[in-house]
C-alpha cells in the first residue's frame, strides 16, 4: 500500500490497441445519444467505424456528423451480412435491445448494447442461450463506471488496496429530464423499463464491480411517479437496498429532479466504504464552483486527498473489449457480471413498492 497521497496515481492513459482495420465496428439504432459515446470509445481504441443504420434519416445525419467517414446502410442486413463487421453497437429503444442482440450474435458478430441491455427477465433468459448457443458476447455500456474517469479511478485505487476491504457502495443517480426533448417511448414502461432498470442498472453494477460480488439480493426497492402525472407510467424517483454475497451491502437513489440551475446533467455521487478508509466520487460536478468534472476524494490511515483526474484515467475499458473480441477473453467485463447486473435491477423494479402519491393514474 502507498505511503502518502503523493504515490497514488492512476494507471497510463490507454492508447489505441489495434490498427486501422483490424476491429471493424458498426451501429445500428440510434434511439439515445448514448451510441455517440460508445462509438468514440471503441474509435479511440482503434477501431473502424463502417456502418450506421436507423431508420430514421435524422438521427443518422446526426451520426454523421460525429463521424462523417461512416457508411450509411439501407437495412441492418447490410451491416449483418458483411464480413468484416466485427462487432456491433446499438443504442435501440431498451425493450427492443435483446432482440437486436440476438440476431447479431446469430449474424456471428459480438454486440455491445447501451445500458440497460434489456427490460425482462424473460428477455435475460433468451440473450443467455444466444450467447450460449453462438459463443458470441453481449456487452453492456454501464457509462457510469466505465466511462468516467472518478469511476476508473475508484476501482484502480480499490485494487491497490487503497480502502481495504470494501464494506457499502451508496449511489446517487439524479439526472435531468428536459422533457421535451425526450420521445413517447420513453415514458412507456414496455419499452424504457422503469426507473431501476434504466438508470438502476448503473448503480447495481458499480456495486457488484466494486465489492467484488458475484450477485446481490434486493432487500427492498421503491419507485414513484411524484411530479409527472402526464406520463403515468414514468418513474421519476427510484431506490433500493441490496447485500451483496460477499457480505457488503449498496444502497442506491436514482431521480429526474435535477435543478435547472445546476451546472451539469446531474450531481453524480459515490461513497465506497472500506475496511481502512473511504472514496467519495464527485462524477459530473464539484457543487457551487467551476471546478469541473472528475473529483475523487480519498481518505485512509495514511491521507486525506483530493484528486481532480480528468484527462488523466481515461478509459480503457473500450479498448479491453475490443481486444476481448479479438481474442475471446473477458478481460473489460465478464458476461456474467453484464448479465447479473441487469438481472438484479430488473427484480429491483419488478418488487418495488410504488409510492406514487394517490397511486398510479390509467
Not at 152 to 158: D, S
Not at 267 to 279: K, N, V, Y
Request: aromatic share 8%; with cysteine; net charge negative.
Amino acid at each position: 500500500m502507498s505511503a502518502d497521497g503523493g504515490t497514488y496515481a492512476p494507471a497510463p492513459l490507454p492508447d489505441p490497441v489495434v490498427e486501422p482495420g483490424e476491429f471493424t465496428v458498426a451501429a445500428i439504432g440510434l434511439d439515445h445519444g448514448h451510441i455517440h459515446g460508445m462509438c468514440e470509445g471503441l474509435v479511440g481504441a482503434g477501431a473502424t467505424l463502417a456502418w450506421v443504420h436507423d431508420p430514421d434519416p435524422v438521427k443518422v445525419e446526426a451520426f454523421r456528423q460525429h463521424f462523417p467517414d461512416v457508411r450509411v446502410a439501407r437495412s441492418a442486413d447490410e451491416v449483418l451480412d458483411d464480413p468484416a463487421v466485427q462487432l456491433v453497437a446499438s443504442a435501440a429503444v431498451p425493450g427492443d435491445r435483446a432482440a437486436l442482440g440476438v440476431r447479431v450474435m446469430e449474424a456471428g458478430k459480438d454486440y455491445f448494447s447501451d445500458k440497460a441491455p434489456l427490460i425482462t427477465l424473460e428477455q435475460l433468459a433468451t440473450a443467455r442461450d444466444a450467447v450460449a448457443r453462438t459463443g458470441r458476447k453481449y456487452a453492456v455500456y454501464y457509462s457510469e463506471r466505465v466511462h468516467v474517469e472518478t469511476a476508473v479511478f475508484a476501482g484502480q485505487l480499490i485494487e491497490q488496496g487503497a480502502i481495504g476491504r470494501v464494506l457499502q457502495v451508496i449511489g446517487l443517480g439524479p439526472h435531468r429530464l428536459s422533457e421535451p426533448t425526450r420521445p413517447s417511448w420513453f415514458f412507456e414502461r414496455e419499452r424504457y423499463g422503469g426507473i431501476l432498470i434504466d438508470i438502476g442498472s448503473h448503480n447495481v453494477d458499480q456495486v457488484l464491480h466494486y465489492t467484488g460480488a458475484t450477485g446481490a439480493t434486493v432487500v427492498n426497492s421503491q419507485i414513484a411517479n411524484h411530479a409527472h402525472p402526464d406520463h403515468p407510467e414514468f418513474d421519476d424517483f427510484g431506490d433500493a437496498n441490496l447485500v451483496t454475497d460477499t457480505g457488503a451491502t449498496g444502497y442506491f437513489r436514482c431521480d429526474w429532479f435535477t435543478p435547472d440551475g445546476l451546472q451539469t446533467w446531474g450531481d453524480g455521487r459515490s461513497f465506497i466504504l472500506g475496511t481502512e478508509g473511504f472514496i467519495e466520487q464527485r462524477k459530473y460536478v464539484n457543487l457551487a464552483t467551476q471546478e469541473g468534472p472528475g473529483h475523487l476524494f480519498l481518505a485512509n490511515g495514511r491521507e486525506e486527498t483530493h484528486y481532480n483526474v480528468t484527462g488523466t484515467v481515461g478509459y480503457p475499458y473500450f479498448g479491453q473489449l475490443v481486444l476481448d473480441c479479438l481474442q475471446r477473453t473477458e478481460v473489460a467485463m465478464t458476461q456474467e457480471h453484464a448479465f447479473t447486473a441487469i438481472e438484479i435491477a430488473v427484480q429491483a423494479q419488478a418488487a418495488a413498492t410504488d409510492l406514487t402519491p394517490g397511486g398510479r393514474a390509467g
